[in-house]
C-alpha cells in the first residue's frame, strides 16, 4: 500500500513536467516550414522537446543526407550533427 502511495505521488509531482514537453500542432507547423525552407524534412514523431528548445532526430535534407538538428525555443538553429 505504501508504495502504491509512493507511486501515485511521484506520478502527480511528475505530471506538471510531462504537461510543460507537449508539442503543440501550432510549433509542428513552425518546424515543419522552417525545415522545408532549409530544404529538409522529417517524421513530426522525432521532434523532441527539451529545456532550451528541440531535438529534431532523423532529418532527411536535399541530397539524402541525415542529420539531427538542434533548435532553440525561438526555432533557430543551434547545431547540426550528420548520422
Known amino acids: 500500500m505504501k508504495q502504491l502511495f509512493a507511486l501515485s505521488a511521484a506520478t502527480l ?17 513552425k518546424i515543419e516550414t522552417m525545415l522545408t ?10 521532434i523532441e522537446v527539451e529545456e532550451d528548445g528541440y531535438d529534431l532526430d532523423d532529418v532527411i ?20 550533427r550528420a548520422e
Open 37 to 46: 525552407s532549409i530544404e529538409c524534412q522529417m517524421d513530426p514523431d522525432d
Open 13 to 29: 509531482i511528475a505530471a506538471p513536467a510531462f504537461a510543460e514537453t507537449e508539442l503543440d500542432a501550432a510549433t509542428i507547423e
Open 61 to 80: 535534407c536535399k541530397g539524402g543526407n541525415q542529420f539531427d538538428i538542434k533548435l532553440d525555443k525561438d526555432l533557430n538553429e543551434v547545431s547540426r
